[in-house]
């Protein structure tokens, strides 16, 4: 009977539980459409694209560096009337993956054309694993 148990037990955790980085392939389709798969695509064409499925490792408060460099990379890419009035309201927090992939999430808030403060937005910064910057997006 225990041994019944420990066989399904082990069935339950490899078939059940979520794989974390999976990797899909987007390979050229036709008129020029991409098509997404989990085989390979023919002629070793395409991109292989890692999805990560799992929840974050650990969720940290954002050192200041690390918040200044995420509203930096802001200003940089995002047309505002007044770039240096941006702040950070209520801190920054830090989502890390296992895979060492990270993100950056805090509230902004910036001056209007009045010179008032509009109101906080959302904003995330994206990280690949090698610290590089993936994505921007501020709302």
């Known amino acids: 009977m225990n041994t019944m148990m ?13 794989a974390i980085g999976q990797t899909v392939h987007k390979c050229p389709g036709p008129n020029g459409k991409p098509i997404y ?11 292989d694209l890692k999805i990560e499925t799992g ?13 200044e460099q995420c509203l930096t990379a ?7 009337k007044d770039p240096d009035s941006l702040r950070i309201e209520g801190g920054a927090f ?7 992939r990270k993100e950056i999430l805090f509230s902004m808030n910036g001056k209007n054309s009045y010179g008032a403060y509009a109101g906080a937005k959302p904003a995330i910064c994206k990280y ?7 994505d921007v997006q501020a709302f």
């Not at 798969?37 to 991109?47: H, I, K, L, R, V």
């Not at 690949?128 to 993936?134: D, L, Y």
């Open 128 to 134: 690949k694993a090698n610290g590089q910057i993936e």
């Open 6 to 18: 420990g066989i399904f037990t082990l069935i339950f955790i490899f078939t059940v539980t979520p």
């Open 55 to 67: 929840k974050p490792s650990t969720t940290r408060k954002a050192t200041d560096a690390e918040a």
């Open 37 to 47: 798969q989990q085989t390979e695509c023919a002629d070793a064409t395409g991109t």
């Open 94 to 100: 830090v989502n890390v993956y296992p895979s060492g």
């Open 74 to 80: 802001i200003k940089s890419i995002y047309k505002y």
